[in-house]
């Protein structure tokens, strides 16, 4: 019996070293990413693949990765996870033990972030989290997880700054959030924090996925009459609950929607009524920083993205691309392909990019970051904070 | 006044739910075939009405006449081309086949539409009567609601069509022998009922962003309103809608709108232990 484990221990041993010599004798660079292009985050899942491509096509046309000293192709690895988290799972235990992945980039959303995480965790395989923001995720003691987003305490913290010191009337808040991991995390940050801001949270209610009618919790919010709305959720609740807000003559000084304006769909989808409506986002194309990355610039990022598609980039698509940019970085400086190096390269990566300044923190968050404020104004959104490239001051609606 | 907006803008979404179950429990009543495109079938209707509007500039309610008569060819033709051929095998059959048809469809409109909510930016205004709001676009899906409800149980009771649809629910193997086609009023059936998803759809395009997101969202409620309203029953689907949606807004008011869906499945599995048939359901159909 001893025997027969011991042999099965030396197999297994065999089997790993030979997957290591593998990986590090890779010919490129594999970088595996489960996405979901179909089922409930399609739309979110085709525009992290839209900015891979990007990465993809800038990087492997310039050689590819410098792997100490040696120019490397890139290979993207990708498959459909239908937006279904057991499955996001299975295929990044498919990614790194099958496709013998470098790097692991984790779907949209924190809750399949969490999951993707704690299978590359198992492996030591680094993974990077272009659009995961919720604290929770990265307060499990991952040692491999990075993340391009800011904390979600961020952006409510840069709002209660901003709006407390150019609209000091408002003392009532109403908080409305969509019962999901970032939109639930967005909507109960802010009502741990608006106290301390000197505001009273009226109302505070979270409403389920799947909700298609927002008439009860609006109605009652009206009764309330509170200086500022927050609703939380994704873009097709977010113009459901503007509507109906129209509709029920419902309006405070400021409306906000984390992160409807940062969508062009949520304008177009609204028309007039997303006027006025204020968001905080993770980044905006009409940032200006010039980094070192396959792009150099935010606008050369934009006018990239602008010769293949007709909208404009979001927050989606300029993290998606800076997480690859910094795992491109992260491996030049490791100038190695092995997991740890990598990783270990990643927790001190101190860059600025197109899409801002990377530097993870102790927990993987990249926190060194100040957010942008956004208002639609006349059909296009400005940028209210911060004061080095804002565009317009906050109007507030009545 | 609080009292009378809860029940108004309860009645108005169960209107909705209404309008999205008819179709569904039309097809399940006559053909015992639980169909899983129906809500596909509402968000295609939807984005018809969407791109009638932005590219050709026709308003919803133009353009759903012509939507309802593509939807119900598109209906008729799946019925008589695919569904048919095993309409006779076990209601898991027919269910497993329109699932992967559903997925098909939805495949489609996810990689020809993209899954980005599109909506049709359109103001049809509200009705302020003593400080109850009432949105336009809302009594328009209420009015096509009952309208097509109403439309759909004249045709049942009175046309020959009618009573052949409600002669093969009633016995298929006799209508057969009375010379009723069933296989023709199959497709005519299950057309009817991508008609009315179709119709629904492009009014629902004015009200709610238009995703493929949604198409489960739609199909859910279709379940639950036709459980509520009872299988086999035209009027159960107006019923069960408004029931719904009443029970929706009221519970959504008094203990939050994050409990309002799960004190509507509650009630549904309540009123399933209590009364099998529904509110206004035929026996044999539970």
Not at chain 1, 157 to 185: C, H, N, Q, W
Not at chain 2, 153 to 171: E, P
Request: hydrophobic fraction near 50%.
């Amino acid at each position: 019996m001893t025997r027969t484990l011991a042999h099965a221990a030396y197999v297994l041993f065999l089997g790993l070293t030979t997957c290591t010599c593998a990986a590090q004798a890779a010919d490129v660079v594999k970088i595996g990413a489960p996405l979901a292009l179909t089922g409930t985050l399609a739309d979110e899942g085709k525009k992290q693949a839209l900015a891979y491509d990007l990465w993809l096509t800038r990087v492997n046309a310039a050689g590819g990765i410098d792997v100490g000293g040696q120019k490397k192709k890139v290979e993207l690895v990708t498959y459909d996870y239908q937006s279904d988290g057991k499955r996001a799972q299975q295929i990044a235990e498919k990614l790194i033990t099958d496709d013998k992945v470098h790097v692991v980039m984790s779907p949209f959303g924190s809750g399949h972030t969490k999951i993707v995480a704690g299978v590359a965790e198992r492996y030591g395989i680094p993974v990077v989290a272009p659009v995961a923001s919720s604290e929770s995720v990265y307060d499990q003691g991952f040692k491999n997880l990075f993340g391009t987003l800011a904390p979600n305490s961020g952006l409510v913290d840069a709002m209660l700054t901003l709006f407390t010191s150019e609209a000091p009337g408002i003392k009532r808040v109403a908080i409305l959030g969509r019962d999901d991991v970032f939109p639930r995390d967005m909507a109960e940050t802010l009502r741990v924090r608006a106290p301390s801001a000197g505001l009273e949270v009226v109302y505070s209610e979270f409403y389920s996925s799947g909700t298609i009618d927002h008439s009860a919790a609006l109605s009652k919010m009206k009764g309330l009459a509170p200086d500022w709305i927050y609703i939380t959720g994704y873009s097709q609740d977010l113009i459901l609950a503007r509507k109906q807000m129209h509709d029920i003559g419902l309006t405070a000084p400021i409306v906000t929607m984390i992160t409807g304006p940062a969508y062009r769909e949520f304008i177009d989808g609204l028309g007039p009524l997303s006027e006025g409506v204020t968001s905080v986002t993770w980044w905006h194309h009409t940032t200006t920083y010039d980094g070192d990355d396959p792009w150099g610039s935010t606008k050369a990022f934009y006018d990239d993205f602008k010769s293949r598609e007709s909208t404009d980039p979001d927050y989606i698509h300029a993290a998606s691309a800076a997480a690859l940019v910094a795992v491109q970085k992260a491996i030049e400086h490791a100038g190695s392909l092995e997991p740890a190096k990598i990783s270990s390269a990643l927790r001190t990566l101190n860059i600025t990019t197109f899409y801002g300044p990377i530097v993870f923190d102790e927990h993987g968050m990249n926190a060194a970051r100040e957010l942008p404020i956004l208002q639609v104004q006349g059909q296009t959104v400005k940028v209210l904070f911060p004061a080095s490239i804002a565009q317009a001051k906050l109007v507030t609606l009545k | 006044m609080d009292v009378l907006q809860i029940l108004v803008n309860g009645l108005l979404l169960g209107a909705l739910y209404a309008c999205i179950a008819v179709g569904f429990s039309l097809v399940w009543g006559v053909l015992n075939v639980i169909n899983m495109l129906h809500g596909s079938f509402i968000i295609l209707g939807g984005y018809l009405a969407f791109f009638a509007w932005r590219d050709l500039g026709l308003h919803p309610l133009v353009s759903l006449v012509g939507i309802a008569a593509l939807l119900f060819a598109i209906g008729w033709s799946l019925q008589w081309g695919l569904i048919n051929r095993i309409i006779a095998r076990p209601v898991l059959t027919t269910l497993t086949l329109t699932f992967g048809l559903d997925m098909i469809v939805y495949n489609f409109m996810t990689l020809a539409f993209t899954a980005t909510p599109r909506r049709v930016a359109l103001d049809l205004g509200v009705l302020n009567i003593s400080d109850v709001v009432v949105p336009v676009d809302r009594i328009v899906a209420m009015v096509l609601a009952f309208a097509l409800t109403g439309l759909l149980f004249l045709v049942l009771r009175s046309s020959t069509l009618g009573r052949a649809i409600v002669a093969v629910r009633m016995d298929r193997d006799a209508a057969a022998l009375m010379g009723i086609r069933v296989d023709r009023i199959y497709a005519i059936t299950f057309g009817l009922g991508a008609l009315m998803a179709g119709a629904c759809g492009s009014l629902l395009a004015v009200v709610y962003p238009v995703t493929t997101m949604m198409a489960d969202q739609f199909l859910g409620k279709a379940f639950v309103v036709c459980v509520i309203g009872g299988l086999g029953s035209v009027p159960g689907a107006l019923a069960g809608g408004l029931a719904l949606g009443l029970i929706e807004s009221v519970s959504g008011h008094l203990v939050g709108p994050q409990h309002a869906m799960t004190i509507g499945f509650s009630l549904m599995i309540l009123l399933l232990m209590t009364r099998p048939t529904g509110l206004l359901g035929t026996q044999g159909y539970e």
